[in-house]
Structures are given as structure tokens and as C-alpha cells.
């Protein structure tokens, strides 16, 4: 299986779904779509942007752009975009927020990129979720293998099913 990665946790969002959600955007996405909103998440590896516009000229980062740099970096003229999770650890991490889950209505939004592209991880998420009551739903184009949609149907409360433009051309 490839490395898992996720590239941003966002916590009290009131979209992609009921209530209070935490949306977790995980790497890689197959679509290259000109009105996506989350192009850092079109690779499946990690990456490190660089705004120049943000940049004040510190000396810290040294002209290297690394995930260390990034973590130094007091304007954030540098981000990293990509965390290798364990499925077990990242469940412990979103559920730290049942309360509000459960107070609103809200729970876990699995998104991306494509989540489904790291299927295995995925699933082992998504059954984490549901064994500790969360609720949790999936974003996704569909642009998945089957198997990996017929192993996660179980496990989460919705599918949000982004339908792209089919039509090539139009794409």
C-alpha cells in the first residue's frame, strides 16, 4: 500500500456535510480539475509551496525548501502539505472533537483530493470511525475502483459524490 498522506485537518467546518465536521483533505486526486479548490492535494507526495509575496527575507529557511523550513518559517511564506498518518493515530486525533460531533449533528468529512485513491486507508479510517461512534462521510468523484467503493459502503453515514463534467473537452 502507498503511504498514506494527509494535507490538512480542518476542524469546526460547517461544509461537506451536517453540523460541526472535521474535514480531513487527504494527497492525490487523479482529476486535474481548473476549478479545483485544493490543488495541493493533486499529487500523492508531499510537497513544500512557496509564497513570495509572504516572504520577509529571515534567513531562516536558508533558500531551502523542506518540511523543516516550512515549520520555521514565521510568516508562512513556506507550507508543507503532507503528513504520513497511521489510521489508528489520525482516528484518536479526530476524535478529540466528538463532542462537538455529537452536540451538532456533525462528525468526520473524508475528502481530498480523491480519499478513495488511498483506499485501503480509507476504509481502515472509516471503520475506525464507526467503531467509535462518529459519524463520517465521503467526498469523492468516484473515480475509484470498485472494490475500494464496495469495501468503505459499509462504514460511512453519506457519500458526497462530486460529479465532475464528463465530457473530456469540457473537463
Not at 527575507?57 to 531551502?64: E, N, R, S, V
Not at 518559517?73 to 502539505?81: D, E, G, L
Not at 485513491?117 to 476504509?123: E, H, K, T, W
Request: with cysteine; glycine share 10%.
Amino acid at each position: 500500500m502507498a503511504t498514506p498522506y494527509v494535507f490538512n485537518i480542518q476542524k469546526y467546518s460547517i461544509h461537506d456535510g451536517d453540523g460541526i465536521r472535521t474535514n480531513v483533505f487527504f494527497k492525490g486526486c487523479p482529476l486535474r480539475c481548473l476549478w479545483c479548490h485544493n490543488p495541493e492535494g493533486f499529487s500523492f507526495a508531499p510537497q513544500t509551496a512557496f509564497f513570495r509575496e509572504k516572504c520577509i527575507a529571515c534567513g531562516l529557511c536558508d533558500g531551502q525548501r523542506t518540511e523543516k523550513t516550512a515549520a520555521l518559517c514565521p510568516t508562512c511564506a513556506q507550507v508543507h502539505f503532507g503528513r504520513e498518518w497511521e489510521a489508528e493515530a489520525l482516528a484518536e486525533e479526530l476524535a478529540r472533537d466528538e463532542a462537538y460531533f455529537r452536540n451538532s449533528g456533525g462528525g468526520v468529512t473524508l475528502s481530498g483530493g480523491e480519499c478513495l485513491m488511498q483506499g485501503d486507508f480509507a476504509v481502515e479510517l472509516a471503520g475506525l470511525l464507526k467503531e467509535r461512534g462518529i459519524g463520517a462521510f465521503v467526498d469523492t468523484c468516484g473515480y475509484v475502483k470498485r472494490e475500494i467503493l464496495e469495501r468503505i459502503i459499509p462504514y460511512p453515514d453519506r457519500f458526497l459524490y462530486d460529479i465532475k463534467a464528463i465530457d473530456p473537452a469540457v473537463h
